[in-house]
């Protein structure tokens, strides 16, 4: 099977979007399928993000990046659009299929080529995520919704087959637009499990204190401020951020600041992708508090999670129906009420005693953590592909 897999951002990158797309490729590949991934040009490499080298069934082809440049002085995607669409018909047929990740770009290529098969891999209802972002909604905002709405509904409509990382949001994409459910497959994000298990392997490390983390991004839906806001009551420990820009860093230490815990938060910036699960290795309870919105509630696939799971680290997430699905409080993990930041001090607190049986939860941990990886998702994927495509070609 040959897939040409497009996408506007140059990848390899260390963006969560370039990293899921090489994790996916690199897996499509080891599962013999050939990818033709289809970017803007890249100053990073594989080694960079993945620790080795990329699966050799995966071609990176790399397309001119106007953005910003004296030809084309914005930072728009359409010039890439044009470009994906010229390269798409000079070699439609060097490939089976397209797997697009990027809604305007999946719009834009089933517009131009309504004959080629297209699948469309979605992580959020992005009509309704906009709505919870901007309500209430202005009447500018109304039109941008309508106007995404629209767009929205072309592409689930028209695709051959569309990818969603989560149940809960199949359904609400289902219910929303109206869609069949032969349309869609099932597909959680991984773990690397060759990188978990290069760290599994290190010397342990015993803490004077136990070392709480949190390893991502640092967007508000993510509800890193919920950590730090649980600090105070939170006994003899430690925190350490990972990743997120200056900007939302020197916001989070003016909260720990002004709760008086600055003292007991470590804020470590962007850590290099493939040195995540050494960091992972170091820490004792890795947290994941999310916020009530629907993309993290129900949307979110985090890979944070299931790097955490496999790592056998005890792991604290809220209890919303995008976690409970993967895990099971006092099983695997440990889950707290959403937006309370008192129950996830005494969840957190409850982890660091002698009482609580680290060993099991560490141990169910690691194994389902293991379930999640990137080449279960790859065959899934490959596995729906084929069957739609076998079925076009019956009728």
């Known amino acids: 099977m040959k897939i040409a897999y497009i996408d506007p951002h140059p990848v ?12 996916t490729v690199d897996a499509m590949g080891k599962c013999g399928a050939e990818v033709l991934l289809v970017t803007p040009q890249s100053t990073k490499n594989a080694e960079e993000v993945l620790g080795r080298a990329l699966n050799a069934n995966v071609h990176p082809i790399a397309l001119k990046d106007l953005r910003r440049s004296k030809w084309y002085p914005s930072n728009s995607n359409k010039a890439f659009y ?39 891999e979605t992580h959020e209802l992005f009509a309704k995520v906009f709505t919870e972002e901007n309500s209430p909604l202005s009447l500018k905002n109304s039109k941008k919704l309508a106007k995404l709405e629209k767009r929205e509904s072309f592409v689930y409509q028209r695709a051959k087959g569309v990818i969603a990382l989560t ?10 637009y109206a869609i069949k459910d032969n349309k869609f497959v099932i597909a959680p994000d991984g773990v690397d499990l060759e990188l978990a298990e290069q760290a599994l392997v290190l010397p342990s490390v015993r803490n004077e204190v136990p070392i709480i983390l949190y390893l991502g991004s640092l967007h508000p839906w993510k509800g890193v401020d919920l950590i730090i806001k649980a600090m105070p009551t939170i006994d003899k420990s430690l925190l350490w951020i990972a990743g997120g820009e200056q900007g939302r860093i ?3 230490k003016a909260l720990s600041q002004e709760l008086g815990v600055a003292e007991r938060i470590r804020f470590l910036g962007k850590i290099k992708p493939k040195e995540r699960f050494k960091l992972i290795h170091q820490t004792d309870i890795c947290v994941l508090p999310l916020s009530d919105t629907s993309i993290a509630s129900l949307y979110t696939s985090p890979l944070k999670l299931f790097e955490y799971l496999a790592m056998g680290k005890i792991v604290v997430v809220p209890d919303v129906k995008s ?39 560490s141990a169910n941990a690691k194994a389902i953590g293991f379930n999640y990886s990137w080449l279960v998702r790859a065959n899934n994927i490959l596995g729906f592909m084929k069957s739609v495509l076998n079925e076009n070609r019956k009728n």
């Not at 260390?14 to 090489?22: A, R, Y």
């Not at 798409?88 to 834009?108: C, G, M, P, S």
């Open 82 to 120: 044009w470009l994906a669409t010229y390269w798409v018909y000079k070699n439609r047929k060097q490939f089976d299929t397209i797997l697009v990740r990027n809604l305007k770009l999946a719009e834009h290529l089933l517009k131009i080529f309504p004959k080629l098969p297209i699948f469309f």
């Open 12 to 23: 390899p990158d260390i963006l969560p979007e370039t990293m899921q797309i090489l994790q």
């Open 250 to 252: 020197n916001e989070l």
């Open 323 to 361: 976690m409970t699905s993967i895990v099971n409080n006092m099983s695997n993990a440990l889950t707290f009420s959403l937006n309370n930041h008192l129950n996830l001090a005494s969840v957190i607190n409850l982890a660091t005693k002698d009482s609580f049986d680290k060993a099991t939860v």
């Open 167 to 176: 149940p809960f949001l199949m359904d609400d994409i289902k219910s929303y």
